[in-house]
């Protein structure tokens, strides 16, 4: 049984910073053979993608969270990160972590991540 668990998220006025984390779990889960990546979703909204990170540390954003977000991972601790700056209003929304690994994949259960204005 694989799990993610996100944590990190909550409430923070525009212009602040959160650190998203993502442990992964799982007796035959094999952590650094997955992309690794954060999804967002905002009421009304489809879930979109924020920022991925492949199984070699190559990362690829989303235009609008380019320069002001970063992803990493830890490979050693099985923990994807995703240090968030400079937040806007329009960055609210539950954020969930993902792997993927084309065959399968895997979802957490996402954090709240709140931008007040």
């Known amino acids: 049984q694989v799990q993610l668990v996100e944590s990190g998220g909550g409430l923070v006025q525009a212009g602040g910073s959160l650190r998203l984390s993502c442990a992964a779990s799982?007796?035959?889960?094999?952590?650094?053979?997955?992309?690794m990546g954060w999804f967002r979703q905002a009421p009304g909204h489809q879930r979109e993608l924020v920022a991925k990170i492949t199984a070699g540390g190559s990362a690829d954003y989303a235009d609008s969270v380019k320069g002001r977000f970063t992803i990493s991972r830890d490979n050693a601790k099985n923990t994807v990160y995703l240090q968030m700056n400079i937040l806007k209003p329009e960055d609210t929304a539950v954020y969930y972590c993902?792997?993927?690994?084309?065959?399968?994949?895997?979802w957490g259960q996402g954090t709240q991540v709140t931008v007040s204005s």
């Open positions: 799982g007796s035959s889960f094999m952590f650094r053979l997955y992309a």
């Open positions: 993902n792997a993927d690994r084309g065959i399968r994949d895997y």
